[in-house]
């Protein structure tokens, strides 16, 4: 059973367009990581959200926490071609460790 | 400030032979994930361990794969007579504790062909 769904799996956009990732559950989350991957590489955390409703800003990104704590989305804007890479979202809860299977963010010049 | 590091980053075995991962993880870090993430899709929880002990190997195929996190050293991943499934990007974490939300900090990876 896939306890994270993420959607799109992947997503090809033009330099400077908007774009935003999901990662839903039908349980909730004790708190929500979101990582990019790069090829050839492992995942590096961006951020962390624990409260619901919270949402945290990255430079260009945006994260937020659903107020349900069911769902997260990650929102990029004026994407760039250095935020290509494979984002994923991860719920640890109570050892039982979980990815989702990524979305993977093509931004082409 | 070293991160994880995992070795080697490239390991190439004919079926049959032993694959040995080898994880070392942040310093002062006690606990330690692996993963197993192949073409096209997501991250697989393995196995997490505290030194010395197996917390959770529910991720674990039941047969020729084993871990250990040996109070000296590092983490091993070690997998017997490998076959062409087991072709995959090995990852290792670590986080301080085990705590709901703890931050995992990642490895580069080792990156497994089996011929």
């Known amino acids: 059973t896939q306890l994270l769904e993420q959607s799109p799996q992947f997503l090809s956009i033009q330099e400077g367009e908007n774009l935003t990732v999901y990662c839903n559950s039908s349980?909730?989350?004790?708190?929500l990581q979101w990582y990019r991957q790069e090829p050839g590489e492992g995942p590096v955390l961006l951020v962390t959200v624990v409260t619901g409703g919270e949402v945290k800003k990255l430079k260009r990104l945006t994260f937020q926490f659903g107020d349900a704590r069911k769902d997260s989305s990650l929102h990029i804007t004026a994407a760039q071609p250095g935020d290509t890479g494979l984002y994923l979202c991860f719920r640890s809860n109570d050892y039982k460790l979980s990815f989702g299977a990524g979305t993977t963010v093509t931004v082409r010049a | 400030n070293a991160g994880v590091m995992q070795n080697p980053r490239h390991l190439v075995r004919r079926r049959g032979q032993e694959a040995r991962l080898r994880c070392s993880p942040m310093?002062?870090?006690?606990?330690v994930y692996w993963y197993r993430q192949l073409p096209e899709e997501g991250l697989k929880f393995m196995v997490y361990l505290q030194k010395e002990n197996i917390i959770d190997e529910s991720g674990m195929p039941k047969e020729r794969f084993s871990a250990e996190f040996p109070k000296e050293g590092p983490s091993i991943l070690r997998i017997q007579q490998v076959v062409r499934g087991d072709s995959a990007a090995y990852f290792c974490?670590?986080?301080?504790?085990?705590?709901?939300?703890?931050?995992?900090?990642f490895g580069p990876g080792t990156r497994l062909l089996v011929l």
């Open positions: 349980s909730v989350f004790s708190s």
């Open positions: 310093k002062g870090h006690s606990h």
């Open positions: 974490a670590s986080s301080l504790s085990g705590g709901r939300g703890e931050t995992q900090y």
